[in-house]
């Protein structure tokens, strides 16, 4: 697929070859991540604005005391496009290992005469997992994707 975008004053038009194979949609929260990540951080750096940001999307230090113009409205910008390059530096990563602990210690044996088989845990299995960290994580991870797709016309330059 061949994409213009553009027109730039400079230039014209700037001409982008895009490719997207089959496998790509396969997991394409991840693909769309790796390209997500690095444009929030380059864009982090070199953002020459900040938009308005509602204050119940922000935490309550960032929360203006009289209207939404104070010297906090660039923190509250930054502060979410920090929470939006979090969340997308987490999908592109194995953050739930942090959670597993122990190691895993299991056989199968045989449940009836059906050929159905049972998992049994041996005597040194420890291994477990914080699903309540992992919630409390993941949690933070839906507020990042749903701040960026609020903020999504506002990711400009």
Same mark, same amino acid.
């Given at each position: 697929?061949?994409?213009?975008?553009?027109?730039?004053?400079?230039?014209?038009?700037?001409?982008?070859?895009?490719?997207?194979?089959?496998?790509?949609?396969?997991?394409?929260?991840?693909?769309?991540?790796?390209?997500?990540?690095?444009?929030?951080? *380059?864009?982090?750096?070199? /953002?020459?604005?900040?938009? !308005?940001?509602?204050?119940? %999307?922000?935490?309550?230090?960032?929360?203006? $005391?009289?209207?939404?113009?104070?010297?906090?409205?660039?923190?509250?910008?930054?502060?979410?496009?920090?929470?939006?390059?979090?969340?997308?530096?987490?999908?592109?990563?194995?953050?739930? *290992?942090?959670?597993?602990? /122990?190691?895993?210690?299991? !056989?199968?044996?045989?449940? %009836?005469?059906?050929?159905?088989?049972?998992? $049994?845990?041996?005597?040194?299995?420890?291994?477990?997992?914080?699903?309540?960290?992992?919630?409390?994580?993941?949690?933070?991870?839906?507020?990042?994707?749903?701040?960026?797709?609020?903020?999504?016309?506002?990711?400009?330059?």
């Amino acid at each position: 697929m061949k994409v213009n975008i553009g027109p730039y004053p400079d230039t014209g038009k700037r001409e982008v070859d895009i490719q997207i194979d089959y496998y790509d949609t396969w997991s394409m929260d991840h693909t769309l991540a790796m390209i997500i990540e690095p444009m929030l951080v *380059k864009l982090a750096l070199t /953002g020459n604005g900040s938009p !308005y940001v509602d204050v119940s %999307d922000c935490p309550p230090h960032l929360r203006p $005391k009289i209207d939404n113009t104070d010297d906090t409205h660039q923190e509250r910008w930054a502060w979410v496009l920090d929470e939006m390059i979090w969340a997308f530096h987490q999908k592109n990563y194995d953050w739930e *290992k942090q959670y597993y602990s /122990g190691k895993s210690d299991v !056989y199968f044996e045989d449940a %009836d005469e059906g050929g159905c088989r049972v998992m $049994k845990h041996g005597p040194n299995h420890t291994f477990r997992v914080d699903h309540d960290a992992m919630k409390v994580h993941q949690e933070r991870m839906n507020n990042g994707f749903k701040l960026f797709g609020k903020y999504f016309e506002s990711l400009w330059d």
